[in-house]
């Protein structure tokens, strides 16, 4: 796969948390934050941060892993909260500004296109780095973060059979819908896609990383304040709720099976004070930056790269090309597709016709904005690496 082919994949990705994903998370909050209370007491305490210490967290989500390691770190030290979505930001946001917490802050990024600094002592990320678009590269890029014998540990779900919550629902919604296919919108390959310790270890030795530790924590997971709650969880999110969004109107007009089926699933699970919950297995996957870094890569240069928080426009303005090339991408393919089979109405032809248009005029308008970005610092090795995907993007539009 070529570095545009990877780009454009991974800005589906992004998309897919932004447009589809946020809204849900955030009406499941309770569960994504709650849910996992065990899972964080188990690990938390096991983590090598000190006082003191800089802390980068990947895929912070709600904030609430950030907001625990400043806590650990306190107020000579420093943490980063890294995530794509803005609206899981603003969430840690308010609520540090509650706590009072001055040495944490939230930044919109892509942890695979964000250039860091080795500045870090310790690089976390929980239930992240599974949706990764090309895992080794991210993976990669996290150590880049770290300092010369820093330690980053990730935490990922295990295999299926492990974990029936997030498996179970998908078994009974496949029973009713057909599979997704291959061309089918994901947030990613899935949160399964870390589950085997052999295949994820070479992974960690092809980025780079040293001392290679994997520690399996079982723990009970929240997954609904009670059965109508859980449901509507697993049609919301998850395997389940991909099979169930993708099917579109399939799954609506079989909605109310579909539901009977996995409420007669849920019923059987265990009861607990504060809701419904079920088993569930993770890594804590650990790995050390080698105090002898490994060469640096041939693309890369010695110039000073830009810092986080420098690239935070560029960042900005990058994400907001993502909506439009998409948008442009599948009116364009639903075009060629109508006159490859002759079939559809040629006034709604013309009018998807047009909304491709439109589209690729707003992408042209961010990749202005963007090349006029990046040649305020054309000695910027971000700038550089920015200008040149725009550069690819542009030919092959």
């Known amino acids: 796969m070529s570095a545009v082919a990877e780009n454009v994949q991974n800005a589906e990705y992004v998309d897919s948390w932004n447009r589809i994903l946020a809204p849900k998370f955030i009406k499941y909050k309770h569960i994504m934050v709650d849910g996992l209370t065990h899972h964080s007491e188990a690990i938390f305490t096991s983590l090598p941060v000190r006082e003191g210490d800089r802390v980068l967290d990947i895929g912070c989500g709600f904030g609430d892993t950030a907001i625990k390691l400043a806590q650990r770190v306190g107020p000579r030290g420093k943490v980063v909260g890294l995530d794509c979505c803005d609206a899981f930001l603003e969430y840690g946001r308010k609520e540090a500004a509650k706590l009072g917490l001055e040495n944490i802050s939230f930044v919109n990024g892509d942890a695979l296109l964000c250039h860091f600094e080795p500045e870090y002592d310790f690089v976390f990320s929980r239930f992240g780095t599974m949706f990764f678009a090309n895992p080794v590269e991210g993976l990669r890029n996290m150590r880049t973060a770290l300092k010369p014998g820093g330690v980053m540990t990730h935490i990922v779900w295990r295999t299926r059979d492990d974990n029936p919550w997030l498996s179970m629902a998908k078994e ?22 870390m589950a085997d310790e052999p295949m994820v270890t070479k992974m960690m030795e092809i980025a780079g990383y040293s001392d290679i530790t994997f520690r399996r924590v079982d723990a009970p997971v929240l997954v609904g304040k009670n059965v109508e709650d859980a449901v509507g969880f697993q049609l919301a999110i998850g395997p389940a709720g991909e099979v169930f969004r993708q099917a579109g109107a399939l799954a609506e007009a079989k909605r109310a099976e579909i539901e009977a089926g996995i409420a007669t699933a849920i019923n059987a699970q265990k009861k607990d004070t504060d809701g419904i919950v079920m088993d569930s297995s993770a890594w804590i996957i650990s790995g050390k930056n080698p105090v002898e870094a490994a060469p640096r890569r041939h693309h890369e240069t010695t110039a000073r790269p830009a810092s986080l928080d420098s690239v935070g426009e560029l960042a900005a303005v990058t994400h907001e090309l993502n909506q439009p090339l998409m948008a442009a991408g599948t009116y364009t393919r639903l075009v060629a597709e109508a006159l490859r089979t002759g079939q559809g109405d040629p006034d709604a032809l013309a009018e998807t016709a047009r909304k491709a248009a439109a589209q690729i005029e707003r992408a042209a308008a961010v990749m202005r904005r963007l090349r006029a970005l990046v040649r305020l610092d054309r000695s910027s090795h971000t700038a550089c690496r920015v200008d040149h995907i725009v550069r690819e993007t542009i030919d092959q539009c």
């Open 172 to 193: 009974v919604v496949l029973k009713f819908l057909p599979t997704p296919g291959d061309d089918a919108l994901t947030c990613g390959p899935g949160p399964f896609a």
